[in-house]
Nanobody, 126 residues
């Protein structure tokens, strides 16, 4: 069984930065891609970004493009989300996720992800 353990997050003023970490724990971790999602109060879950574990290819939602970056350390089975120039509308619970084993490509659809982190709160004040 794979577990994703998130850390980071917290409160920051608009324009600030935060970094989230997501470590995969378990005997076998064969997902080909990792993703980040968020859920703001009263809103549906939203795709943030994704990264391939093999070729370091990334894809981002338009709302965060140019401000957020994700990278992966395969030796540590850890993926990071660096969030810069944060805005109040970025306030949400952020989740990391790993795609279904054997599934190729980057996905914005949460149903393609088999494993999820516990979520971490990010609050941006104006």
């Amino acid at each position: 069984q794979v577990q994703l353990v998130e850390s980071g997050g917290g409160s920051v003023q608009a324009g600030g930065s935060l970094r989230l970490s997501c470590a995969a724990e378990g005997r076998t971790f064969s997902s080909n891609a990792m993703g980040w999602f968020r859920r703001a109060p009263g809103k549906e879950r939203e795709f943030v970004g994704a990264i391939s574990r093999s070729i370091d290819f990334t894809y981002y939602a338009d709302s965060v493009k140019g401000r957020f970056t994700t990278h992966i350390d395969n030796a540590k089975n850890t993926v990071y989300l660096q969030m810069n120039s944060l805005k109040p509308e970025d306030t949400a619970v952020y989740y990391c996720a790993a795609t279904q084993p054997g599934l190729l490509g980057l996905w914005t659809d949460g149903s393609k992800y088999a494993y999820w982190g516990q979520g971490t709160q990010v609050t941006v004040s104006s």
